[in-house]
């Protein structure tokens, strides 16, 4: 089985302060790890993604993640936040040794960036 | 290029009819999954097509869910005698190959409101 979750519903930063979004999963096996952007009213657009290798992992828009093994988390991460970083954010994981081909979404972290 | 497109982008229905939500899929991409995301809550899974294999029907709610796509391509989601628990935004998503660490690619969604 797979699973993640999001501790924080929302969480709340100003402007060109870094900003932090919490991820942690749980799989059976090794896991491939997500993040995606959803806009109001749009669908989720795709970050970045950890398969293997260098535990850094770069993305879209300035945001990157650190894959942690031993603390099975993925936080998302950038060093200065914009006020269009305003959205909210899914951490998503799929199990490379199982069975299931769908990724399974954490319930969504709700970012606002204060001007 | 093309992105993944659903229609209609809004349904409102009345209890108890049969609705009809459209995919089309990222040219070339065999793989398209379907989601369902309630109010507050994260992506569910629904089904999952790869190429002429059978589908993963797993996520499925109830037998009133039903799925089809056709040619490879465009995917039609039914849901008949809709319940107001029915009332959610269905996403659309594609990816390219086998890999299951590729990235989806969602459309814009269609947001279901059945009264």
């Known amino acids: 089985a797979q699973s993640v979750a999001q501790p924080e519903d929302q969480v709340n930063v100003a402007e060109g302060n870094p900003l932090t979004v919490k991820c942690t999963y749980s799989v059976s096996g090794n896991p491939y790890l997500f993040w995606y952007v959803q806009y109001p009213n749009r669908g989720l657009q795709f970050l970045l993604k950890?398969?293997?290798?260098?535990?850094l992992v770069k993305g879209s828009y300035g945001f990157e993640a650190e894959f942690n093994k031993s603390q099975t988390s993925f936080h998302l991460k950038k060093p200065s936040a914009l006020v269009s970083d305003s959205a909210l954010y899914f951490c998503?994981?799929?199990?490379?040794?199982?069975?299931?081909?769908?990724?399974?979404f954490g319930s969504g972290t709700q970012l606002t960036v204060l001007p | 290029g093309a992105g993944v497109s659903q229609s209609p982008s809004n349904k409102v229905t009345e209890k108890g009819k049969d609705v009809e939500l459209r995919c089309d899929p990222i040219s070339g991409h065999t793989a398209l999954y379907w989601y369902r995301q309630s109010l507050g809550q994260g992506l569910e899974f629904l089904i999952y097509f790869q190429g002429n294999s059978a589908p993963d029907k797993s996520g499925l709610p109830s037998d009133r869910f039903s799925a089809e796509r056709t040619g490879g391509s465009v995917s039609t989601l039914t849901i008949q005698r809709t319940q107001q628990e029915d009332s959610a935004v269905y996403l659309c998503a594609s990816s390219s190959g086998l890999a299951s660490y590729n990235e989806q690619f969602f459309g814009p969604g269609t947001r279901l409101t059945v009264l």
């Open positions: 950890y398969i293997t290798g260098d535990n």
């Open positions: 998503a994981v799929r199990d490379w040794a199982g069975s299931a081909r769908q990724l399974t």
